[in-house]
């Protein structure tokens, strides 16, 4: 079972920031992680699948980075939409397991 | 459009059963390289994976819980069936289902989702 240890738990950034999320894992999963976004009450969105493919229709501020044990989700320029938690999943193993969320909070 | 829809009580008692149904539309069941997984979500706390199963009736279960759990389909009535067994407070969740492919011989990520239903296990 691949845990995925995924900080910080929280931040706070003012609009306009560059805010950088990460997700580790001590066994490589090559380029199988995916970021979600999920905002109160909702369903996660897909944002990005395969490390660094940005999912069609999600604002080009978001990127993600990585690959083997190590992956990154920046958002380049923090907007008050992206106030919610972020995490990652990795779907390379015989069983999925995600990361414990980041919650980003706006200054 | 693909969409998915949980269905289920909202409230069972400690050692019980929970059986929750997926019904999806937009897609089969059947379809060669499809797949419906299921993700539950304690209040406040991080999203967990449970349970997939392929067109293919192939399934695989999260390593922690597989004892108590089991995952079906009925391609017929384009549902998929969770069942959790001897179920505790501490299952109480907001529970997911959602869609993914299955792209050569790997699985993709879950890319569409239910909107979840709320389960509460109190005697």
């Known amino acids: 079972d691949i845990q995925m240890t995924q900080s910080p738990s929280t931040l706070s950034a003012s609009v306009g920031d560059r805010v950088t999320i990460t997700c580790r894992t001590r066994l490589s999963i090559s380029g199988w992680l995916a970021w979600y976004q999920q905002k109160p009450g909702k369903a996660p969105k897909l944002l990005i699948s395969?490390?660094?493919v940005l999912e069609s229709g999600v604002p080009s501020r978001f990127s993600g980075s990585g690959s083997g044990t190590e992956f990154t989700l920046t958002i380049s320029s923090l907007q008050p939409d992206d106030s919610a938690t972020y995490y990652c999943l990795q779907y390379n193993s015989y069983s999925n397991s995600f990361g414990q969320g980041t919650k980003v909070e706006i200054k | 459009q693909i969409t998915l829809k949980e269905s289920g009580p909202t409230l069972v008692k400690p050692t019980q059963t929970l059986t929750l149904t997926c019904t999806v539309s937009g897609f089969s069941l059947s379809t060669s390289g499809v797949g419906v997984g299921w993700i539950r979500q304690p209040p406040g706390k991080a999203l967990e994976w449970l349970a997939l199963i392929y067109w293919d009736d192939d399934k695989r279960y999260s390593p922690s819980l597989e004892s108590r759990l089991a995952i079906s389909k009925d391609t017929s009535k384009n549902q998929v069936v969770l069942t959790m067994t001897n179920m505790d407070p501490v299952d109480t969740a907001t529970f997911y289902c959602?869609?993914?492919?299955?792209?050569?011989?790997?699985?993709?990520?879950?890319?569409?989702w239910g909107q979840g239903t709320m389960v509460t296990v109190s005697s």
């Open positions: 959602a869609h993914f492919l299955v792209t050569g011989d790997r699985d993709e990520a879950f890319d569409v």
């Open positions: 395969k490390a660094s």
